[in-house]
């Protein structure tokens, strides 16, 4: 198994611009979840699917920010227009749940290192 | 709501000394508690983690954690420091109990091991 995939593992981009975080989850997982990490906040959780669709969204911060996750193999986190601000290790996650609502198999990809100047 | 509060952003040992590492939990329902470990410019890399059962539980590179309950503490051990150790370790508590909830991250300890 390949593990959680994330691309690009580094990402420059001009104030501005949009910027597209793309994550492909481990198969059979029917979880997904979206994390930032920067110095002053730690580790956000953005937010989160099940079974493809958005479950809770309100740790995006700002209207700025969009994911979708249009099939079980793909998600992508968007971010228009970027700021400074935004600059953050962005790490996907993904996991599988039973029907009593535990996940297990938490595992996270190796994270896209955004810079906004 | 659940939260983690890790003691001591920097924790510094000798090689070869017993490492240990404090988390302390909140959490409304029965918490699964995890332990990652962070290497500079990497992603997050499972330690070990608590979910029911036995509550010593062994992870990865010799490290171990205790859930003690009453005391609302998960924190991380390993007999014998080595160099290889020095890295962020981030505890970690489920929110909503089983995990789907996504998780609740402690800010973080740099763990520093002196030769």
């Known amino acids: 198994d390949a593990g959680v995939i994330q691309s690009p593992r580094h990402e420059v981009t001009e104030m501005g611009q949009e910027v597209t975080l793309r994550c492909k989850p481990i198969s059979g997982h029917d979880y997904l979840f979206w994390y930032r990490q920067t110095m002053m906040r730690g580790l956000e959780l953005l937010i989160y699917?099940?079974?493809?669709?958005?479950?809770?969204d309100s740790g995006m911060p700002e209207d700025r920010f969009s994911a979708k996750m249009p099939n079980a193999s793909f998600s992508t986190l968007k971010i228009q227009p970027s700021e400074p601000r935004d600059s953050a290790v962005y790490f996907c996650?993904?996991?599988?749940?039973?029907?009593?609502?535990?996940?297990?198999?938490?595992?996270f990809g190796s994270g896209t290192r955004l810079t906004v100047v | 709501a659940q939260s983690v509060t890790q003691l001591g952003s920097h924790v510094s040992v000798s090689e070869g000394a017993l490492v240990l590492l404090r988390c302390n939990y909140s959490?409304?329902?029965?918490?699964?508690l995890f332990w990652y470990v962070q290497y500079p410019n990497q992603g997050l890399q499972l330690l070990l983690k608590y979910t029911t059962g036995a509550t010593l539980v062994k992870g990865i590179n010799g490290f171990e954690a205790e859930f003690k309950k009453s005391e609302t503490s998960f924190h991380l051990t390993k007999p014998s420091a080595h160099m290889s150790d020095a890295a962020e370790y981030f505890c970690?508590?489920?929110?909503?109990?089983?995990?789907?909830?996504?998780?609740?991250f402690g800010k973080g300890t740099h763990l520093i091991i002196q030769p």
């Open positions: 996650a993904s996991s599988f749940g039973s029907s009593l609502g535990y996940t297990y198999g938490y595992t």
């Open positions: 699917f099940n079974n493809n669709v958005p479950i809770d």
């Open positions: 959490s409304s329902v029965p918490p699964y």
């Open positions: 970690a508590v489920s929110s909503g109990g089983g995990g789907a909830d996504g998780l609740t």
